[in-house]
């Protein structure tokens, strides 16, 4: 009664059949989905993603790692709100695209979007590295790629997904990524930065809540931005957004949740920031980076010290004097 009609209207954003896959694998596996290769891209991080890379009704998305169709399903809620009964045809049937290697998860990626009455959502079967597929979708002009590509693969570090995924978008078109951290900070993937920074423009980094993938992922995660097929300028300002309280709380059993409903204006905030290249104390800085150096906002960041009182202060010599009898340091 509450999930099958919200599953019809496409004008929600919830990817209601990978939350439900996610939670059926816990109970058969005992673990949470990892297994099977299914970790589920936090529904206000791929909004507020979708809002970063500022599509809109006109736009042609692709997820070269759809998964079970996170991206997507957020993306065509936002493309169809503004969008007149023909428009929602053609967004249905030439606006989102994706690609999926694992059999399973592919044939969940296309139950969701079945279930949203899109049919036609040009989801392949197959890896993002065939050439066959990439030349299929670059003859489709798409302008916006979003992606929260495997972590930790054999074969191909993170940033070559991000690699990827930008030589399948139109010139100028925007890509924005959810990576490990240490993407951001020159330890690996050091001939895949050179290379993206050759060919295309790093917009933003913003360095994301450590636990929002909790508790499927440890790993820190930031979310870049690049501009397709434009080489980096020498003289380019980056955006470096310290996003790290997106206002969610761990709750028993519930995992994060928004429990004092703080998103939606620390959403708008950080999106102000970034829009308007707003540099804050202790939320933003800009500056000129490039492959070889870091691209996070810690390395460029001011410390605020105006905003220290007593009780912070006391707050952290509690924490330190706790931490030394929990752990029997003398």
């Known amino acids: 009664m509450k999930i099958k009609p919200m599953m019809n209207h496409s ?100 139950a969701n979007m079945i279930v949203r009455r899109d049919g036609k959502s040009n989801i392949h079967y197959g890896s993002c590295f065939d050439e066959k597929i990439i030349a299929k979708l670059r003859e489709q002009n798409i302008d916006v790629g979003l992606i929260n590509p495997p972590y930790s693969q054999r074969d191909h570090n993170e940033l070559a997904f991000v690699e990827k995924l930008l030589s399948v978008l139109a010139t100028r078109g925007v890509a924005v990524a959810v990576v490990p951290i240490n993407c951001a900070l020159g330890t690996t993937c050091k001939a895949e930065r050179e290379r993206l920074f050759k060919r295309h423009t790093l917009e933003a980094v913003f360095s994301m809540p450590t636990e929002i993938f909790n508790p499927a992922a440890s790993a820190p995660p930031c979310v870049m931005v690049w501009t397709a097929n434009v080489p980096h ?29 703080k998103w939606e204006s ?45 009780a912070d202060f006391e707050k952290k010599i509690k924490e330190y004097v706790a931490f030394k009898l929990l752990n029997d340091v003398d």
């Open 233 to 261: 300028p020498a003289d380019k300002q980056t955006f470096f957004g310290y996003y790290r309280d997106d206002g969610f709380v761990k709750r028993k059993k519930l995992g994060r949740v928004d429990a004092y409903e």
């Open 266 to 310: 620390i959403k708008n905030e950080w999106l102000k920031l970034y829009r308007e290249r707003d540099v804050k104390a202790g939320l933003s800085v800009k500056h000129c980076v490039t492959h070889k150096d870091e691209w996070c906002a810690e390395a460029y960041m001011e410390t605020d010290y105006s905003s220290l009182n007593q």
């Open 11 to 110: 004008d929600s954003s919830i990817d209601a059949l990978g939350e439900f896959y996610q939670e059926f694998i816990k109970f058969s596996n005992g673990d949470d989905g990892k297994a099977l290769g299914i970790v589920l891209t936090p529904q206000h991080l791929t909004d507020f993603m979708c809002e970063v890379s500022g599509l809109n009704k006109n736009s042609k998305v692709v997820d070269i790692c759809a998964g079970s169709g996170g991206f997507l399903v957020t993306a065509m809620s936002k493309m169809m709100k503004e969008a007149n009964p023909e428009e929602i045809k053609r967004i249905r049937q030439h606006g989102l695209y994706g690609v999926e290697a694992d059999p399973n998860i592919f044939a969940l990626c296309i």
